[in-house]
């Protein structure tokens, strides 16, 4: 990806402040004959990502090709629950997971200092900008989206389709929106954080009178608009929209006029984890031109591997990009939660 600069801040942030004692990263690792076999014995990589599940499999099925005899075994769910999920398990002494990734911004931050993490970096991501790695090794940025709003192009008009977020507050969208919820989606606690800061929360508290059909995931609200069973969609990830669309849907992506919140996701390997030598294989999949080459093509995602291609995806310069740093997130995440659930509830 060859816009690295618009979202160097937002990286730089969340790498500066999710370690308090500097320390040097591990040397960079290639994949050797003998991480393969052992690999092998093991038999399999665990991960828990929030990735589309058409894209988490595609992804898991070109490892799989690769590395015949380890397979990845993908749980997917909203990076919220999985957060949830790891932390009980991790509070019990169970170590079930290998790789995980979130979008949210503060969570390695958080599983970092807990000393969760293993120190790993693939050589790809030696080659990564700084400001997209974890400065000690234990993490990096594995993919990027935005989230915008879109519309079903057989229920909705070109021409009369929202262009803001605030045209949603127009009472003729009223029983016609859908959204994600920020409790389960990091993806949307992350939006909502964003929005909250440039609309302020009278843009919620007006969707709360809109009757608005909530739901968990980001990607779902996409793919809900394109079954017609919502006219437009407030949020949801890009690369969702654009799967949808590219597959014959009959929706549209809308880059708001306001601007469209920019989510970096990150990836790491668990300390703990039960396959260390597939846990290394997978994540060193992950961040190689192949495996990110899946994520653009097949996922649509924007990746920060600066061999990339992005065909086909409006430039990142020609989108208005809203961003914040992690440790602001953290600092307001549970009053970011109140404040949504005052305006739209929890469901």
Do not use: C
């Not at 957060?83 to 990734?101: A, K, P, T």
């Not at 977020?165 to 990091?186: C, H, Q, T």
């Not at 093509?297 to 990142?316: A, C, F, N, W, Y």
Request: no cysteine; aromatic share 10%; hydrophobic share 40%.
């Amino acid at each position: 990806m060859k816009n690295l600069p618009l979202h160097a801040a937002l990286s730089a942030s969340l790498m500066a402040w999710a370690g308090a004692a500097p320390a040097q990263a591990p040397e960079p690792y290639k994949i050797t004959p003998q991480i393969i076999q052992a690999a092998q014995k093991e038999g399999k990589a665990v991960l828990y990502t929030s990735i589309d599940m058409r894209v988490a499999q595609a992804l898991a099925q070109g490892f799989e090709a690769k590395y015949p005899g380890v397979r990845a075994e993908v749980n997917v769910s909203g990076s919220e629950r999985n957060f949830q999920r790891l932390n009980q398990e991790y509070g019990s002494r169970i170590y079930n997971v290998d790789v995980i990734d979130s979008p949210d911004a503060f969570h390695f931050a958080y599983m970092k200092r807990k000393g969760w993490l293993k120190a790993a970096v693939p050589e790809d991501v030696a080659a990564w900008p700084a400001a997209d790695r974890d400065p000690d090794g234990y993490f990096a940025a594995d993919r990027a989206t935005l989230t915008l709003m879109s519309y079903n192009t057989k229920l909705v008009k070109p021409e009369d389709a929202p262009k803001r977020y605030k045209d949603l507050l127009d009472p003729k969208w009223k029983g016609r929106i859908i959204k994600a919820n920020p409790a389960y989606s990091g993806t949307i606690m992350v939006d909502t954080y964003n929005l909250s800061k440039a609309l302020g929360w009278s843009y919620f508290e007006g969707l709360g009178q809109q009757d608005v059909m909530q739901i968990q995931s980001a990607t779902e609200t996409s793919t809900k608009v394109a079954r017609g069973e919502r006219e437009v969609a407030a949020d949801g990830t890009e690369y969702n929209v654009l799967l949808l669309r590219e597959s014959g849907a009959t929706i549209q992506e809308i880059y708001p006029a306001e601007g469209s919140p920019f989510i970096v996701a990150n990836a790491g390997i668990l300390k703990n984890a039960p396959h260390p030598n597939a846990a290394l294989l997978f994540y060193h999949y992950l961040f190689s031109a192949q495996g990110q080459q899946i994520l653009v093509d097949m996922g649509r995602m924007r990746s920060l591997h600066p061999d990339i291609q992005e065909k086909g995806m409006k430039p990142l310069t020609e989108i208005k990009l809203l961003q914040s740093s992690a440790a602001d997130i953290e600092r307001d995440f549970e009053a970011t939660k109140k404040h949504y659930a005052t305006y739209l509830g929890n469901d």
